[in-house]
């Protein structure tokens, strides 16, 4: 994006203008002077607002700048981020690029009253420059991550785009209803694979949510974990509970907490230890007293809040 020399002040005086003053004219001849633009002048939908939004538009990512915005000796800007991609030379020029500000461009972006960046996800906030940043942050629009937890999927989306993802790319096992019942079995319960898991999701009450079970190493210990996610924010979470049982051989053990939102990633959860934790010496009281064989039996029910 061409800005116009007039952004750019340290132009040495000994520089010939004659032998340029073809190609300058020819370029800087629809360039205007960037007019300073007040948060209270400038609102979104006025016409002022697209030509300046137009001006901070990236020649690379396409993407609009703020601060920091770079700019070359003959005034092209570009945002900092593409400033690493291009390797610091200008794309348009090929110029190299320096540690020059558009300092000028900068005092307008931070001006604008800006739309969040999910607006057509379906937020219709709109903010200043740096309060839209934080916004964004924790924007209830933004896409979810994928919960699955059997490898690094990078796929977000909504929610019922990840659960259309879970049940064909992932096959995970969908269920209608508010209960589960859960069984695992190991043959040898003294070897545990770190990270062995699995993950059932529930239609309940009109939303989604993800049971996890795993059996993991903590330190050299083996314990087995269940707990459960919600697919949605944490303040619709916060209207549900769920319990959970493990049992047998006359003994039980039970837990009740508030699901998850999957806005926590599955680590953060599962680290927290905020589920129903079992160590193994536990476990094997619950497999009937039986040593050679792990045979775990997980119930529970989920439940709306009055």
Request: glycine share 6%; net charge neutral; aromatic share 10%.
């Amino acid at each position: 994006m061409a800005l116009g020399s007039n952004i750019f002040t340290e132009i040495p005086e000994a520089q010939s203008v004659d032998s340029e003053s073809s190609t300058t004219s020819n370029e800087f001849e629809n360039i205007h002077p960037v007019k300073l633009f007040t948060s209270s002048s400038v609102k979104i939908g006025s016409t002022s607002t697209s030509g300046v939004h137009e001006l901070l538009e990236c020649p690379v990512c396409t993407n609009s700048m703020y601060p920091p915005i770079h700019q070359c000796p003959n005034g092209h800007t570009l945002c900092s981020s593409c400033k690493v991609r291009v390797h610091n030379h200008c794309p348009t020029c090929r110029q190299e690029l320096g540690n020059i500000r558009c300092l000028a461009l900068e005092k307008v972006a931070e001006s604008l009253d800006l739309p969040c960046k999910y607006q057509s996800l379906g937020c219709s906030e709109i903010f200043p420059y740096y309060s839209k940043l934080k916004h964004e942050q924790l924007c209830r629009f933004r896409p979810y991550n994928c919960p699955y937890a059997g490898s690094e999927c990078l796929v977000t989306g909504d929610i019922p785009m990840l659960v259309a993802h879970l049940k064909n790319d992932h096959k995970v096992d969908m269920h209608d209803g508010c209960t589960f019942n859960h069984r695992y079995v190991k043959s040898n319960p003294h070897e545990v694979e770190n990270a062995t898991w699995m993950l059932t999701v529930f239609n309940c009450f009109g939303h989604h949510f993800c049971l996890h079970f795993e059996a993991f190493l903590l330190g050299v210990t083996p314990v087995y974990m269940a707990f459960l996610r919600f697919m949605g924010d944490e303040n619709e979470a916060k209207n549900f509970s769920y319990s959970l049982e493990v049992g047998g051989n006359g003994r039980k053990l039970i837990w009740q907490g508030v699901p998850r939102s999957i806005r926590d990633s599955h680590k953060k959860v599962r680290d927290s230890y905020d589920g129903l934790v079992i160590h193994r010496s536990m476990a094997l009281f619950f497999s009937n007293g039986n040593r050679q064989e792990l045979k775990l039996r997980v119930t529970g029910r989920i439940w709306r809040e009055q």
